[in-house]
């Protein structure tokens, strides 16, 4: 009887375990088997977003979009950028060949060229749940409105200004000039040192010209439809004027200007566009010297002044776009967002939205050299014009540019290069119609 | 209550006291054999998780390895695009014999290709550098605010490593951390720059099912991280936990490799330009989901030895009921003599033995032994049920007339024995108590078989030993005492003798 008790709890002890030990290894492993599992990846909206810049703006940029993907988790923006120089060719390219950005930042002069009908870019009205468009006056809007289509809205308004290197204007005792013949005098006494009084791009070139003809003129040098108003002897006289700039130590040729120059004090002044204050006098002012804004040199006597302003840049998004709504999103985050804002500052220049110069206000924007130069620019309200496309359009600019270049360099006559000039430039014209 | 009821409850509280122990140990065995079986078990699922996930971490990093070679490759193939016609490549804005006019059309010529190739991608920067620091095309502020101080091209040009391609890779430029370069050799007085911000990898770095706190890095052939998916890192070296085991000699073979340490799994591919991408995750993280079902498990393996004990506990007291008083019964059947129901010999003399070892101990001890006279009479006459009967009506008689503080035991056939001890009493008293409990036993005896002392002579005889408990033994006792019943015997039966006073006749 012992013997079989025994047995019996034994035989109960070991059916306990090894129900114990199955649950447990069931557990175990039913874990991974038996169900099945579906795992889900909700695609994101993939929108893109062109800009051309500096690095400064390149870098504040992307870091804007990793903190729009942040409150937009669902969209993932993508990127395109580039400097200024071959930019507007990058765009041309994308447009014709339908590649564009959803977002982009276009300048001013591309309403002209890519939707003069309205229909190169979205209507941004009609996008106006998800971008808050009244931070924008209607003469704001009205510079990116073409045919009644709110195309693009201006992140800044833009004018050109001259910053001079204070200590090497100290250094041979010039003040700051204010007519031509100032600067061919300032001219005369850096080129001893073969340094220069100026220098910039060539963009900036072409403008500093038209302004000197417009005032010596009275005419403009485009008629508001974008056509060549100067004639070809009015054009070899401004070949000459240009030349005698080169020559006379005024401004550094176009080709040989580097920045570097400028910084180190061999070339004593630049013109710029105010949105890139932060390069030429902030960057100036790092280096320890002084420097000094002012306007336009002036011709006594001028009919017209010759400035001209523009909004810096703008942002559209394609009419191509297949995610509107989130391009919007964007958009609306580049305008007004205020973490955005804080990082672009004044980088273009002072902003246009009252919501970004609300937050600005209280970063200090009033202390910001771009702000003072707006300041100024705004004094001589009545002086400004707003910028005929065709004065931006980089093939005219080469046109002119390389035309001139062979009078410089003695390859052939004023008169020779005008006509040449010229006829590219109306062949220009006649092509973008 | 009774000794023997005492006994018999701490019998019955023993055997319940062994079940729980019994139950206790078969519970912690349980726990034991799951335990150490849950511990085979998931240990063996954690080794094959990280070897799942060390594989697929591996094939995920191969793939970051072909992203990234892919790009390098396009970063050093666009480059070429300028070998397509010798104005390009050959130009040497250092050549003194060179014409100006030349040069200026031979840079827009340059710059104007320079503008179709940047097409192609995102480029920081993208420019010609001459001999004397002169710049073509895109060469960034940032870049040129590198080298205020000039030295641009012999800094870049030292960075040329590849003799036959004419061609290098290189980041953290004086100290630069946001951009990494490539350099091509043009002609002798001519490099080509290009750069990309290292933030731009993060598209090629795109790693599909991230496992949290996977960290992601491209370092150079110093270990320098050029980028990383924790931005805090790019600039800096490779942490030393990761460099440790990125030097051991398996690593350094070159070859793209995983490792599994205590604490990091760490994956490396080496790129085509000797650069590496070097993946990290903490080895706890890996195991996290491994640590939760181990948690989960032994809690379930606690909560089932506990239920096996509930259980247990059911199944005892179902059990223990029936058998409550089975083993106190099973006791006194083993300890007590059938017939007269006092201590059977061997129970009369362990109990006899312990109370002699007892502390504190007894001063005296009176042990008596009794034998009836004429009992083999009782069986021949009356028959042996009878003289059964006679047995146990002597235990009654005896259970009867001694209380619980004195021993009781049937030593064999119709032989008797009686212990009782004594503390702080006069042996005197004691004699004169042992003298009337024996009068009290002999006339108990003559009523109780008047009939049998009528029929046959039954009568009682007894030898009584009193002793110091000191220096005794039942031995002892067992003889002395007999020897005075022996003595009774003799002198005539139905009397009882003090053991040492027959010498004086003291027999009554």
């Given at each position: 009887m012992k013997n079989k008790a025994r047995f019996t709890f034994i035989i109960i002890f070991f059916i306990m375990t090894a129900l114990l030990v199955f649950t447990l290894v069931k557990v175990n492993f039913n874990a991974g088997y038996g169900k099945s599992y579906t795992t889900t990846h909700q695609g994101e909206t993939v929108i893109q977003l062109s800009w051309w810049g500096n690095d400064a703006r390149h870098i504040y940029t992307m870091e804007g979009v990793d903190h729009f993907q942040e409150l937009y988790p669902d969209v993932l923006v993508s990127y395109r950028y580039g400097e200024w120089n071959g930019y507007e060719k990058r765009t041309k390219v994308w447009m014709e060949s339908d590649n564009e950005a959803d977002v982009m930042q276009i300048n001013y002069a591309w309403l002209d060229m890519y939707s003069s009908d309205g229909?190169?870019?979205?209507?941004?009205n009609e996008l106006s749940e998800y971008i808050d468009l009244d931070n924008f006056t209607e003469e704001e809007k009205a510079y990116g409105t073409k045919n009644g289509k709110l195309n693009a809205l201006p992140i800044a308004m833009n004018t050109h200004v001259f910053y001079y290197n204070q200590d090497v204007l100290d250094e041979y005792g010039l003040s700051l000039p204010k007519t031509w013949d100032d600067l061919f005098e300032m001219g005369e006494a850096l080129g001893k040192d073969d340094r220069y009084v100026l220098g910039m791009s060539k963009k900036q070139m072409f403008i500093l010209i038209i302004s000197y003809y417009e005032q010596s003129s009275g005419k403009q040098m485009f008629n508001q439809d974008g056509t060549l108003a100067i004639s070809k002897d009015e054009m070899t006289e401004l070949i000459e004027f240009y030349r005698s700039l080169i020559d006379g130590h005024v401004l550094c040729p176009v080709d040989t200007f580097d920045r570097n120059r400028y910084m180190s004090g061999e070339i004593a002044g630049t013109m710029c566009w105010v949105s890139d204050t932060k390069i030429y006098c902030d960057g100036l002012a790092e280096t320890g010297a002084n420097v000094s804004r002012c306007m336009y040199p002036v011709l006594p006597g001028a009919k017209r002044s010759g400035w001209y302003t523009k909004p810096a840049t703008m942002w559209a998004i394609s009419s191509n776009t297949e995610h509107p709504e989130e391009a919007a999103k964007l958009l609306n985050y580049l305008l007004n967002d205020p973490y955005m804002v804080k990082l672009q500052q004044t980088e273009k220049g002072v902003p246009v939205s009252k919501k970004a110069i609300e937050i600005l206000n209280e970063e200090g924007l009033s202390e910001t050299n771009e702000y003072k130069a707006i300041e100024e620019m705004n004094e001589h309200q009545e002086n400004l014009q707003l910028i005929i496309p065709n004065i931006e359009n980089e093939s005219i600019i080469d046109a002119f540019k390389q035309g001139a270049d062979e009078y410089i360099f003695d390859k052939a006559t004023a008169e020779e290069c005008a006509d040449v000039i010229c006829d590219e430039i109306n062949e220009i014209i006649e092509g973008t119609e | 209550m009774s000794d023997k009821n005492r006994k018999r409850e701490r019998s019955d509280e023993r055997f319940r006291l062994f079940q729980y122990e019994v139950l206790f140990v078969f519970a912690m065995l349980i726990i034991i054999v799951t335990a150490f079986l849950d511990y085979i078990i998931l240990d063996r699922t954690g080794q094959a998780m990280q070897e799942k996930v060390s594989d697929l971490i591996a094939a995920n990093s191969r793939q970051l390895e072909l992203n990234i070679n892919s790009y390098l490759e396009r970063m050093e193939t666009t480059p070429t695009l300028l070998f397509s016609d010798e104005v390009y490549y050959l130009y040497d804005e250092t050549d003194e014999k060179m014409e100006d006019y030349d040069k200026v059309k031979n840079e827009e010529t340059i710059k104007n290709r320079i503008v179709d190739i940047g097409l192609m991608d995102n480029y920081s920067d993208f420019g010609i550098v001459f001999a004397d620091d002169h710049k073509v095309g895109w060469v960034s502020h940032g870049t040129q605010d590198l080298f205020k101080d000039g030295g641009i091209y012999d800094t870049f040009s030292s960075y040329i490593t590849n003799p036959k391609k004419n061609d290098g890779w290189c980041f953290g430029v004086n100290g630069n951390s946001d951009r990494m370069y490539y350099i091509k050799r043009l002609n002798p007085n001519a490099i080509l720059i290009s750069s990309i911000y290292t933030r731009e990898l993060a598209s090629v770095f795109v790693y599909p099912e991230q496992l949290d706190e996977m960290t992601i890095r491209l370092v150079d052939d110093e270990n320098t991280i050029m980028y990383s998916s924790d931005d805090s890192e790019i600039g800096e070296k490779l942490p030393d936990e990761i460099l440790k085991n990125i030097e051991d000699e398996f690593f350094d073979a070159g070859n793209s490799s995983s490792i599994v340490t205590r604490d990091y799994l760490i994956n490396t591919n080496v790129c085509f330009n000797g650069w590496r991408v070097v993946c990290s995750v903490p080895t706890d993280i890996i195991l996290k989901e491994n640590q939760e079902l181990k948690s989960f498990t032994l809690r379930i393996s606690g909560a089932l030895a506990m239920m096996f004990v509930l259980v247990g506990l059911v199944i005892i007291t179902k059990l223990s009921k029936p058998m409550d008083g089975m083993v106190s019964s099973l006791q006194d059947k083993a300890e007590i003599d059938r017939l007269s129901g006092v201590m059977n010999k061997a129970t009369f003399q362990e109990s006899v033995e312990n109370e002699l070892k007892k502390e504190p101990s007894d001063d005296l001890v009176v042990f008596v032994m009794m034998d009836m006279d004429n009992f083999k009479q009782i069986n021949d006459r009356l028959g042996h049920s009878y003289g059964d009967q006679v047995i146990i009506r002597m235990g009654k008689l005896l259970r009867k007339l001694y209380n619980n503080q004195t021993i009781i035991g049937r030593l064999g056939g119709d032989e008797f024995a009686l212990y009782t001890g004594c503390k702080d009493v006069p042996i005197e008293d004691i004699k004169a108590a042992a003298i009337e409990r024996m009068e009290q036993v002999i006339e108990a005896f003559s009523e109780e078989f008047e009939y049998e002392r009528e029929q046959c002579e039954l009568s009682i005889s007894a030898g009584v030993y009193i002793k110091e408990v000191s220096g005794t033994d039942f031995k002892d006792l067992y003889e002395k005492a007999d020897s005075a019943l022996y003595i009774s015997k003799n002198n005539g039966k139905s009397c009882y003798t003090f053991y040492g006073e027959e010498a004086e006749d003291d027999e009554k």
């Open positions: 229909e190169g870019f979205y209507d941004l | -």
